[in-house]
């Protein structure tokens, strides 16, 4: 079936469109919709009939009228309504909630659900929405990434801190790095506990744990502005090995993964449909689903190495612009690294390599 918009909706659909970061060329245009299509089997087909030359207002025109008529793409799925989830995230308040309309008025899809806003990501007791998202990609990869999903998740650890719950990941075999909000002084760190294998089972119950305290007078390092603390713990259980801190630059559209404790709960990990939406030397900014009590939490590339340690999400402004997006942040190994190597040099000296 084809989508009847009304002109007005199609008008301002088109506007949205046109004013995308990733509308500006031909070239962007191709990627920005086959990004948005990436898994659909129609997707050559699409990137043939459609014609992406012109200017960004006639070409917006050309592609929300051919995207409405071209009709589903998958069942129960319009072709038009993949595009819309995947450009979403990239709009600003007022075109995001007219998207959110769209859905309720037409055939479209079942809509992307609301979220509220949120700052610094601590558990409490209330775990706040999260927006969550289908992107059309490719969902295939090779199965070996579970081994080392797996082993990367012996080292995430719960924290329980005076102020809430949080995330921390071992990063030497004495070292733990969490973020700077959830431990801000050594006493803070000495009034937590921190419990490693708190998850489920291969059958769905939970494992044993094990919980352990920071080491009085070991290393301690925070820095408030990169959001960063690491504390050295005592008595610690078999973990596996510790987690490799990567100074990797991050590229947009690279795929991330997040291990980690949402709303101070079971160990979890996001791996499906994460992306880099921006990325420098400090900070990177991705789509991905976390909850009140990830912060802390080690974000990996597809080698299982850390790029970036997770810290707030929400309503974000990309860097360099003016414009914000729902996206969560962190910030890059590439800075948490120099700033060690700099100013902690012993902690530097001590990373595996």
């Known amino acids: 079936m084809t989508v009847q918009l009304s002109q007005p909706d199609f008008n301002r659909l088109t506007c949205i469109v046109q004013n995308l970061p990733d509308f500006a060329n031909v070239r962007d245009r191709r990627r920005l919709v086959?990004?948005?299509?990436?898994?659909?089997?129609?997707v050559d087909v699409i990137l043939a009939r459609l014609d992406l030359d012109g200017t960004p207002m006639g070409v917006?025109?050309?592609?929300?009228?051919?995207l409405s008529q071209f009709g589903q793409v998958a069942y129960g799925?319009?072709?038009l309504s993949v595009f819309l989830n995947y450009i979403q995230p990239f709009t600003g308040d007022e075109d995001s909630d007219f998207i959110l309309e769209l859905f309720q008025k037409y055939p479209l899809d079942v809509p992307v659900s609301r979220s509220r806003l949120i700052d610094r990501w601590r558990g409490t007791s209330s775990v706040a929405d999260v927006q969550e998202k289908i992107i059309g990609e490719n969902t295939l990869r090779h199965i070996y990434l579970l081994n080392l999903a797996l082993e990367a998740s012996k080292a995430v650890a719960h924290l329980r801190t005076p102020m809430g719950a949080g995330t921390?990941?071992?990063?030497?075999?004495?070292?733990?790095?969490?973020?700077?909000h959830v431990i801000a002084s050594r006493e803070q760190a000495e009034q937590t506990e921190y419990t490693f294998n708190y998850q489920l089972d291969i059958n769905g119950k939970e494992c044993e744990i094990q919980t352990t305290q920071a080491l009085p007078g070991g290393a301690f390092y925070t820095n408030i502005e990169l959001d960063y603390t690491i504390v050295s713990l005592k008595d610690l259980p078999d973990f596996g090995s510790p987690l490799v801190l990567k100074s990797k630059p991050m590229r947009k559209d690279d795929r991330v993964a997040i291990i980690q404790h949402p709303g101070g709960h079971l160990k979890k990990i996001s791996m499906q449909n994460n992306f880099i939406a921006y990325a420098d030397t400090t900070v990177v900014q991705y789509t991905t689903s976390t909850l009140p009590g990830s912060s802390g939490s080690p974000v990996f590339d597809d080698d299982f190495q850390v790029i970036a340690i997770h810290h707030s999400g929400g309503?974000?402004?990309?860097?360099?612009?003016?414009?914000?997006?729902?996206?969560?942040?962190?910030?890059?190994?590439?800075?948490?690294?120099?700033?060690?190597?700099?100013?902690?040099?012993?902690?530097?000296?001590?990373?595996?390599?």
Not at 327 to 351: F, H, W
């Open 168 to 180: 921390g990941f071992m990063i030497a075999p004495d070292l733990l790095m969490t973020n700077n």
């Open 60 to 66: 917006s025109v050309e592609v929300v009228r051919f």
């Open 34 to 42: 086959a990004g948005a299509l990436e898994g659909v089997p129609q």
């Open 315 to 353: 309503r974000l402004v990309e860097p360099g612009t003016t414009q914000s997006y729902l996206r969560n942040a962190g910030t890059s190994m590439m800075a948490v690294l120099k700033d060690l190597q700099t100013n902690a040099p012993e902690i530097y000296a001590r990373l595996p390599r």
């Open 77 to 79: 799925k319009e072709a």
